[in-house]
């Protein structure tokens, strides 16, 4: 319809290749192209914090376990929190973690080997890194290689958890 102040349009709009949402959206959203020609509403700005956690399988005291975590390409970690007392080690590639498998606990990592972050926690305690680590992997995909060694004296089932800010889409 065509008033006096404008055109109003009850319904989807497409123009030329572009079809726009019937919906006005959420506060500080912003329209987004898919690059097929529908537009939709997207958070804008800053990401907030987010985790990333395992649960690991059960570890025998002074085993190890490597797992993949799910994680933002590259992204600031925070902290990372465990469940019981242990070494936790970030890689950015699976090569990487395979070649620092042999490094002891007390010597620290060759610069420029891949080792992301590292905490050595002596129970359940969340370790604090400041200031926080930039951490990516290397083939740009969503996963941090980990190494987690039990250090808690006895088998148990370990639960490690990343808290971070993305900052790559």
């Known amino acids: 319809a065509t008033t006096s102040n404008g ?7 497409t123009a030329g290749s572009l079809t726009y949402p019937s919906t006005t959206g959420s506060l500080n959203q912003v329209l987004t192209s898919d690059g097929a020609g529908n537009i939709t509403w997207s958070s804008a700005g800053l990401s907030a914090r987010d985790t990333s956690a395992i649960g690991l399988t059960t570890i025998a005291n002074g085993g190890d376990a490597t ?4 994680t933002p390409k590259t992204y600031a970690l925070l902290s990372i929190a465990t469940t019981h007392a242990v070494w936790v080690t970030l890689y950015n590639s699976d090569a990487a973690r395979t070649a620092d498998g042999s490094r002891a606990i007390n010597t620290d990592p060759i610069p420029g080997t891949g080792v992301l972050a590292e ?11 400041s200031p926080g680590v930039i951490c990516y992997n290397t083939a740009t995909t969503g996963i941090t ?13 370990i639960n490690v958890t990343l808290t971070h800010v993305k900052l790559e889409a």
């Open 7 to 13: 055109v109003t349009i009850n319904g989807v709009l």
């Open 67 to 70: 797992p993949n975590i799910s």
């Open 119 to 129: 905490v050595i926690t002596t129970g359940a305690q969340t370790q604090y890194l």
């Open 145 to 157: 290689y980990a190494k987690v060694r039990n250090l808690s004296g006895a088998t148990n089932a």
